[in-house]
């Protein structure tokens, strides 16, 4: 049996919890998985490096970028907002978690965005202006406006925005 350690165990968790988070109507957890495995998120849960706010939001850029020409070759139309969901649940369940949310870069790292997220945010934060906002369409523009946004919560984990995700309250008010 060809050698199997902590990192890959890992990795195909992140996997299927990403895909399953951003899965409903959209593709194959085997086609989220080779775009995954398209970019370099494995090798940065593994070996996460010291970043800037900024630098993170350019490995974000890159990654969610290659994530939608991996599929878009696959012949499955992706929003940034998809593909940065895909990244948010990886690196959520592979470093942010494994971390227990003490990591520099978990503290960065941009949180899953969703329905339950933004209309909770929403109900507790109406002046951010968040209601119909559909993440499943965001552009990369809109994405990082939201980000912006959230990010003016001033939180010292951004992690700890998910208090708002709570999935028994997934009505919109």
Known sequence: MEDYNFYDHMHNYAVWTAARAVQRKFTKTKNIKSAIEATDLK??????????????DNFHRITSHKIIEHLDKLGINASY?????????????????????????????HPP??????????RNFPSLGLKGIRW??????????????????????????????????????
């Open 81 to 109: 907002g998809q593909a940065a969901k895909i990244i948010a649940i990886y690196l959520k369940t592979s470093l942010v978690i494994r971390d227990s949310g003490q990591s520099q870069i978990s503290k960065i790292a």
């Open 136 to 173: 499943t369409q965001l552009s990369e523009e809109k994405y990082f406006s939201l980000i912006g946004k959230l990010r003016s919560l001033n939180l010292d984990s951004f992690w700890k925005l998910e208090k708002y995700w709570q999935p028994d309250r997934t009505s919109t008010p």
């Open 113 to 122: 965005i969703d329905n339950i997220l933004l209309t909770n945010l929403n």
């Open 43 to 56: 090798e940065f849960s593994q070996n996460p490096k010291s970043m800037t706010i900024e630098q993170f």
